[in-house]
């Protein structure tokens, strides 16, 4: 407060306002005592904000021009789904079925052909295989002129051989061998006049101790036919 109280004395006594003797006197005494009344600092601040305190000048509005506002435009509305109406459909296009030429029809019909013949050949092939080492046909098989009633047979069971010749022949032989290639039964057969023979034999006796594969064997003329079975000596 000091300095600036006395400047203040100073400026209103060089501005003429307020009581000069007064202003002296206070001034006087302040720089002697460094002190002053209330009164007289009431006095001196009153004088100060009259005369002294330059007002404060109001702010000038900002003068907001029309063309300085932005003008937001609304949103669009939003657009509406179409309707059925307004959904086109699109033409299907025709697939077109490629023509089959001439040439691709000929070669699939021979490789069918190829294969039908493979086929063929695997067969025989399996059958050939299927024969056995005599040239007789395992299994209840039938030859062209023998065959028998079954593929195995136990000691005791009654085998069936039947036949048909291919010449005028009035008899022919049987026989059968045991897998030691030993004959165990023969008989000698009458031929039918319409070339068929047929005749029984019981599965047992000398020789027939062995398990395993038996030959019937039928000869006449310059024929010889044979056909396989197995045989097991226990019942």
Not at 141 to 158: C, M, N, P, Q
Not at 181 to 199: A, D, G, H, L, Q
Not at 219 to 231: A, K, L
Request: with cysteine.
């Amino acid at each position: 407060m000091g300095q600036f109280f006395t400047d203040d004395i100073d400026a209103l006594l060089k501005s003429g306002h307020g009581d000069s003797t007064r202003l002296a006197k206070i001034k006087a005494e302040f720089e002697s005592t460094k002190l002053v009344s209330i009164d007289d600092r009431k006095y001196v601040e009153g004088l100060i904000s009259r005369y002294l305190q330059v007002p404060t000048e109001p702010k000038p509005e900002k003068i907001i021009r029309e063309s300085e506002k932005r003008i937001v435009p609304p949103p669009p509305p939003p657009r509406n789904p179409p309707t059925l109406l307004e959904v086109k459909q699109k033409p299907k296009k025709e697939e077109k079925i490629p023509k089959i030429e001439g040439s691709k029809i000929k070669l699939r019909n021979i490789v069918i052909a190829v294969c039908a013949t493979v086929f063929a050949v695997l067969t025989v092939s399996f059958v050939a295989m299927n024969q056995d080492e005599t040239g007789g046909i395992t299994g209840p098989a039938i030859t062209k002129t023998l065959e028998i009633d079954s593929a195995s047979y136990v000691r005791g069971d009654i085998i069936s051989i039947s036949g048909k010749t291919k010449d005028t022949s009035q008899t022919v032989r049987l026989a059968i061998s045991n897998p030691s290639n030993t004959e165990v039964w023969t008989e000698t057969v009458t031929v039918k006049p319409n070339k068929e023979f047929s005749t029984l034999a019981i599965a047992g006796g000398d020789g027939w101790d062995q398990a395993g594969r038996y030959t019937i064997i039928l000869t006449y003329s310059d024929v010889s036919e044979s056909i396989g079975f197995s045989f097991s000596p226990s019942e």
